[in-house]
């Protein structure tokens, strides 16, 4: 049997806490119901008996306290919400146990921006983590060592996994039942909670909003002359003289400033603007491609599909109104 210990993080959500307790819980059910022994013990943990979240709309009880707990098989680190680096600083009581638990052997996984306090520990240094896209840029900022993934939902590093977007983490946690006991039990959980099994990625849910708080003026002008203008032909070479700056130091401060080249953000703007065009669902495929500046369909096709992992037709069905 192994024991899940899921951790009440200051400024933790109660769907993740609950979530995770609900599906363990289930599975241990569905194996009772097979004629097996449960597999997982679950159990609540924290620093105090009653913890105060969700802006003090909710307590939560735990079952053991955290210096209770001497010996864990899988740590859960719940979504959090918040400011974040606060957060960090108000969970701190768990790291060492956390970095403990993970040299005797145990699992942790970081749902969603719970990595921020996973990532906190330095277990995750030199590792993957998948984190919600709309927070990928600061949590790289605040942890350099680590190697953010944007785009997946799941990743499985060493014992230590993370998933990306609030609710993604059901996803994880079908993903760790699978590594435990197989997919038939997993894919049971999926079709008795209706969690769609098959999703891998971010892609599809990503909005780009280019990032300008980087200080270099020079290129918060090329960003928003490209946001104003993407509908034409714009060049590297026009963008540098504009600027009155050489195009290999331009692109060079560009890439640092951003993480985009100069060609892949005149990309990002014209994708996200075709999507609010084929969310609208008025004008044909061939028109949005002709309106963001494309007139190549194979070549739009093939730059959609990349920052958003569906082509235009399957986007369009997915979200028009």
Same mark, same amino acid.
């Given at each position: 049997?192994?024991?899940?210990?899921?951790?009440?993080?200051?400024?933790?959500? &109660?769907?993740?806490?609950?979530?995770?307790?609900?599906?363990?819980?289930?599975?241990?059910?569905?194996?009772?119901?097979?004629?097996?022994?449960?597999?997982?013990? #679950?159990?609540?943990?924290?620093?105090?008996?009653?913890?105060?979240?969700?802006?003090?709309?909710?307590? &939560?009880? /735990?079952?053991?306290?955290?210096?209770?707990?001497?010996?864990?098989?899988?740590?859960?680190?719940?979504?959090?919400?918040?400011?974040? @680096?606060?957060?960090?600083?108000?969970?701190?009581?768990?790291?060492?146990?956390?970095?403990?638990?993970?040299?005797?052997?145990?699992?942790?996984?970081?749902?969603?921006?719970?990595?921020?306090?996973? /990532?906190?520990?330095?277990?995750?240094?030199?590792?993957?983590?998948?984190?919600?896209?709309?927070?990928?840029?600061?949590?790289?900022?605040?942890?350099?060592?680590?190697? !953010? #993934?944007?785009?997946?939902?799941?990743?499985?590093?060493?014992?230590?996994?993370?998933? @990306?977007?609030?609710?993604?983490?059901?996803?994880?946690?079908?993903?760790?039942?699978?590594?435990?006991? @197989?997919?038939?039990?997993? #894919?049971?959980?999926?079709?008795?909670?209706?969690?769609?099994?098959?999703?891998?990625?971010?892609?599809?849910?990503?909005?780009?909003?280019?990032?300008?708080?980087?200080?270099?003026?020079?290129?918060?002008?090329?960003?928003?002359? #490209?946001?104003?203008? +993407?509908?034409?032909?714009?060049? !590297?070479?026009?963008?540098?003289?504009?600027?009155?700056? @050489?195009?290999?130091?331009?692109?060079?401060?560009?890439?640092?400033?951003?993480?985009?080249?100069?060609?892949?953000?005149?990309?990002? &703007?014209?994708?996200?603007?075709?999507?609010?065009?084929?969310?609208?669902?008025?004008?044909?495929?061939?028109? &949005?491609?002709?309106?963001?500046? +494309?007139?190549?369909?194979?070549?739009?096709?093939?730059?959609?599909?990349?920052?958003?992992?569906?082509?235009?037709?399957?986007?369009?069905?997915?979200?028009? /109104?």
């Amino acid at each position: 049997m192994k024991h899940v210990s899921i951790l009440v993080l200051k400024g933790a959500t &109660v769907s993740s806490i609950d979530g995770s307790l609900q599906i363990f819980s289930r599975v241990n059910d569905f194996l009772k119901h097979k004629g097996q022994e449960p597999f997982y013990r #679950i159990e609540v943990i924290a620093t105090e008996h009653n913890t105060s979240i969700g802006h003090g709309l909710y307590a &939560v009880q /735990a079952n053991r306290l955290l210096k209770e707990v001497t010996k864990s098989d899988l740590i859960i680190l719940p979504t959090v919400c918040g400011d974040f @680096g606060k957060i960090v600083e108000q969970n701190k009581d768990y790291y060492d146990w956390i970095i403990d638990q993970y040299h005797r052997g145990a699992e942790v996984a970081g749902l969603c921006v719970g990595s921020y306090c996973l /990532a906190a520990t330095g277990l995750l240094n030199g590792k993957q983590c998948a984190i919600h896209w709309a927070s990928a840029e600061a949590f790289q900022q605040m942890y350099p060592a680590i190697h !953010v #993934i944007a785009d997946k939902i799941i990743t499985d590093d060493q014992a230590i996994y993370t998933s @990306g977007g609030g609710y993604s983490y059901l996803n994880l946690l079908l993903y760790i039942i699978e590594k435990h006991l @197989g997919r038939e039990i997993s #894919i049971l959980a999926s079709k008795m909670f209706q969690i769609d099994y098959e999703r891998k990625d971010q892609t599809p849910f990503a909005i780009f909003v280019g990032q300008k708080q980087h200080g270099d003026s020079t290129v918060v002008n090329a960003q928003e002359f #490209i946001e104003a203008n +993407y509908q034409e032909k714009i060049s !590297v070479d026009e963008l540098s003289e504009k600027n009155h700056i @050489g195009r290999r130091t331009f692109e060079r401060r560009f890439k640092k400033s951003t993480g985009n080249s100069i060609n892949e953000y005149i990309q990002r &703007v014209r994708v996200e603007a075709a999507k609010r065009q084929l969310e609208a669902g008025r004008k044909t495929i061939n028109e &949005v491609i002709y309106e963001v500046g +494309y007139s190549d369909l194979n070549a739009f096709r093939s730059v959609f599909k990349k920052y958003t992992g569906l082509s235009p037709i399957d986007y369009r069905n997915k979200y028009k /109104a």
